[in-house]
């Protein structure tokens, strides 16, 4: 039997974890934020005080660090060595050791590994960076979100003021960290952030997070 699997790939602050959210939310599926899976390695480095440039000493490290995601009521939890680390995973020092971790071949593998497990036993919709390109690239749902990066900036500093995380950023220098990462994504030879042909572009920069959501359920093919 083969499940409904539903790739959202995009940067950062482009709506794609709201969007697969409420996806998920309305078709009663599950919802995997990859993202956080290499947030929580980063996390596992930062707490051993390994300089994640560093990739022989990552990599020592790497066989004694169990990532996990699981669903609870609709949120995922995700866990790094059996500790639940989903509100410790959204710093901005989080943020950027994840967009440098993620470059390292061998914790992708680790990490899409996990990923495949889970969409080869169910319905799920999938966020991150190279879903529809390396992840599960057979299926025939493929979107790639985006947004303009001054509008993406401005929804990461809501979310982080909300959070109570704001670190004083202007949205000037917002924006130039979001640009940063999404460099550092698009150009690392192991599965990078693309758009892959079949995927269905969604440019949210002026749609209500209802719009886009509206606009990605209706191209769904079941
Ligand atoms: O929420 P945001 O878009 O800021 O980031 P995220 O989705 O939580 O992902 C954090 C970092 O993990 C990204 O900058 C990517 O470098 C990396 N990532 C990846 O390489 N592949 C994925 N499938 C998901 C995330």
Known sequence: MSYLNIAIDGPAGSGKSTIAKHIANKMGILYLDTG??????ALKMLRCGIDIADTAAV???????????????GTQITYLDGEDVS?????????????????????????????RNIAEKSDVVMDGRDIGSYVIPQTANKFFVTASPLERAKRRLKELNEKG??????????????????????????????????????????????????????????
């Open 36 to 41: 956080a899976m290499y947030r929580a390695m």
């Open 59 to 73: 990599l020592k490290e790497l066989p004694n660090t169990e990532v996990f995601a699981e669903n609870q009521n």
């Open 87 to 115: 509100s410790l995973i959204r710093t901005p020092e989080v943020s950027k050791g994840a967009s440098d971790i993620a470059v390292i071949p061998e914790v992708r593998i680790k990490l899409v590994a996990l990923q």
């Open 165 to 222: 995380l704001s670190l004083d950023k202007t949205l000037e220098q917002m924006r130039d960290e979001i640009v940063a990462r999404d460099k550092v994504d698009s150009s690392r030879s192991f599965a990078p952030l693309t758009q892959t042909e079949d995927a269905v572009f969604v440019d949210t920069t002026d749609m209500t997070i209802d719009e886009a959501v509206s606009y990605v359920m209706e191209r769904i093919k079941k």
